[in-house]
């Protein structure tokens, strides 16, 4: 069945946006790495799993210190995964088939080898090139402290000393993440050209949105003050280094860019914060159109934490007129099943659970049941590859074999974000499972990360056939919400259904989630169009959610 998109200026408000990591979605010249060729292969599965566009994460030229989030060159297509023909290629037969592209941007930083990085490190000390980035001389009378004691999300410190022509120690640089990926000065005039121009290049490819990786990072106090000391909040956009004010003029820019341009073309922004008017701030409606919410998806499996979550996150978004986003996973975090299968079923980076027990029954359950909730909610839902398939977090993957950097700057202590990175499985009952192609006369690669062993149940093939499985359950549920007018976008109206229970009402459609232990009466209906596990229609399990039409 093929949905043409729309001309319908509205398509993202409640638009279901698939998250492609390319590395890891499907190999078509078998050699271990997925590939554009791979995803052009594989359109027909994303057009009847349901979604309406995809987002892939970085595909341009990168030697992949950070998995493609250190650009080395934003126009062009990095030789593993293709060509900038193939992309074309692949966005033209996407809309073919219904399915809009959102490509990723990363305005923090760039690679060490884009062109820029090399011209500054060339040009030595005091040199326009190195206005470009956060140069600067280190500390004491040697030049050895480091300028400030930010700390890096990746683990250790966020400067680099380089070394001069001549071989003596020389200026410092900064880099947010890795050492590798040098963060941008965004007070350069010519940091904002090449920006809008990158936006430019990629929407007249054809690309429906933009996805602005750590977009309340950008801006830094050029005064380059410590952070503020422990346990003190900074006042609001006075933060050395997030949510500053200025951010706001680099995204009214890019809205401009946008708004240019036939069609609707959206702004989509990754901003962790935690306070919901801050976060709102960026989607007034002359800046991003939407940004992950990620409260929802750091959430307990708690009734009473995930109704104050929503509720939050409602309140927040209805203040500036754009819709909700709803996220429960992507390539940074831990997997739902496994995350919802811990005692302690909350996400946050600071306490990654690798390796404290988990009940893949249980987690697969709730995962269900998160599914139908977060698809009723209002606004738009985000999938990452594999949640579809209830692929667990792979936890252990031989630590040679792990290349997220996060792991190696923690000194091993993180274990990094591979775990749900790992090659997806389509079909057959032992690794590639059908991820690579057979190169010509030839036997695939061994895949980047190493699938496990007894991956046989939860490949493609697999659950096709079977009306319990997880894909199943998403095609269903994506099928109805396209169909029925009460989903998507607008609002919701709460249902007192007791203790443990969260009930709403979508036009005609109620969705039950029992997150008590026990089993609860449903609320008077007119039928089950769905549930995530069995149900008499009368109660339903713990763990479970189900889709009613109202009575
Ligand atoms: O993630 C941003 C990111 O990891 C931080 O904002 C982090 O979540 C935060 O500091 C938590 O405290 C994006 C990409 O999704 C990720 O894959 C990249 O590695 C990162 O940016 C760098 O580009």
Not at 118 to 126: H, M, N, T
């Amino acid at each position: 069945m093929v949905h043409p998109p729309s001309d319908d200026p509205t398509w993202w408000r409640d638009a279901v946006i698939y998250e492609v990591y390319v590395r890891s979605f499907a190999d078509g010249d078998g050699d271990g790495t997925g590939d554009l060729a791979g995803v052009r292969s594989r359109l027909p599965y994303l057009r009847d799993l349901g979604v309406d566009a995809l987002w892939f994460t970085p595909w341009y030229a990168s030697p992949m210190a950070d998995g493609g989030y250190d650009v080395a060159d934003y126009r062009a297509i990095d030789p593993a995964f293709g060509t900038l023909a193939e992309a074309e290629a692949l966005i033209a037969e996407a809309l073919a088939l219904g399915i809009r592209t959102i490509v990723d941007v990363v305005p923090n930083h760039v690679s060490d080898r884009h062109p820029w990085f090399r011209a500054a490190l060339a040009a030595g000390p005091g040199s326009p090139e190195r206005e470009r980035f956060w140069f600067h001389p280190g500390t004491g009378p040697d030049g050895a402290g480091i300028p400030t004691h930010w700390e890096s999300s990746f683990g250790g410190g966020t400067w680099t000393r380089t070394t001069n022509p001549d071989g003596t120690p020389g200026e410092w640089y900064l880099h947010l993440f890795t050492t590798q990926q040098p963060d941008l000065n965004w007070t350069h005039p010519d940091v904002w050209a090449e920006h809008e121009d990158v936006l430019r290049f990629w929407f007249d490819r054809g690309v429906a949105g933009i996805r602005i990786d750590s977009a309340a990072l950008l801006v830094k106090d050029p005064a380059l003050p410590e952070l503020p000391a422990p346990g003190t909040t900074p006042a609001p956009g006075g933060h050395p280094h997030l949510d500053r004010d200025e951010l706001h003029d680099v995204y009214r820019a890019w809205r401009k860019v946008a708004d240019s341009y036939p069609g609707t073309r959206v702004l989509v922004g990754e901003v962790w914060l935690d306070d919901a008017e801050r976060f709102a701030a960026y989607l007034r409606p002359d800046e991003m159109h939407t940004a992950f919410n990620f409260d929802v998806m750091a959430q307990p499996w708690d009734a009473v934490a995930l109704r104050a979550s929503v509720d939050r996150t409602l309140a927040a978004h209805r203040g500036v007129g754009a819709p909700a986003t709803w996220v429960l996973s992507n390539h940074d975090v831990t997997r739902p099943v496994t995350r919802y299968g811990r005692a302690d079923s909350s996400f946050s980076f600071a306490a990654k659970r690798a390796g404290t027990p988990t009940d893949l029954d249980l987690g697969t359950r709730r995962a269900r049941a998160a599914a139908l909730l977060t698809a009723a909610l209002p606004g738009s839902l985000y999938l990452y590859q594999g949640d579809e398939l209830g692929l667990p977090e792979v936890e252990d993957l031989p630590p040679e074999a792990v290349q997220d950097p996060m792991h190696a700057r923690s000194g091993g202590v993180d274990p990094g974000r591979d775990g749900c990175r790992v090659p997806l499985p389509w079909s057959g009952d032992r690794p590639p499972y059908g991820f690579s192609a057979d190169p010509p006369g030839g036997v695939p690669a061994e895949p980047w990360l190493p699938q496990p062993a007894g991956w046989a149940p939860r490949t493609v093939a697999a659950q096709e056939a079977d009306p319990g499985s997880m894909l199943r359950l998403y095609r269903d549920a994506l099928a109805l919400r396209r169909s029925e007018p009460g989903l998507g976008d607008g609002d919701l109206r709460w249902l007192d259904a007791g203790p443990g229970v969260l009930a709403f009402a979508r036009g005609d459609v109620l969705c039950v989630v029992n997150l008590s232990a026990g089993p609860v009466a449903l609320p008077p209906h007119g039928g089950v169009l769905l549930a995530s596990g069995p149900t008499d229609g009368a109660a339903l399990d713990p763990d479970t959610a189900a889709w009613l039409r109202a009575a």
